[in-house]
């Protein structure tokens, strides 16, 4: 059994930053994947993010150029640097690990972000 664990999520002013990390129970050389995904009130969960290796990482539109996704394989840890901050990032910011088949996802740290 695999278990994510997010943190750094909180209330931020727009045009603020905020990192978020998840830590995951076992290597991170495991996964053939690690992302991140939100969901806001009302909405379904949405791809932010994935870091398939070191040297790559894919961004939706909405974060290009403002979200930064990173691993550190030694900490077994993914973080998700989120700079300039919009009231529409607003969001329940889920982990999720990708083994062959299975999908592994965390409990999900909130971030809200005021005007």
């Known amino acids: 059994q695999v278990q994510l664990v997010e943190s750094g999520g909180g209330l931020v002013q727009a045009g603020g930053s905020l990192r978020l990390s998840c830590a995951a129970s076992r290597s991170i050389f495991s996964f053939s994947s690690m992302g991140w995904y939100r969901q806001a009130p009302g909405k379904s969960r949405e791809w932010v993010a994935t870091?398939?290796?070191?040297?790559?990482?894919y961004y939706a539109d909405s974060v290009k150029g403002r979200f930064t996704i990173s691993r550190d394989n030694a900490k077994n840890t993914v973080y998700l640097q989120m700079n300039n901050l919009k009231p529409e990032d607003t969001a329940l910011y889920y982990c999720k690990a990708v083994q062959g088949g299975l999908h592994y996802w965390g409990q999900g740290t909130q971030v809200t972000v005021s005007s």
């Open positions: 870091i398939p290796s070191a040297d790559t990482a």
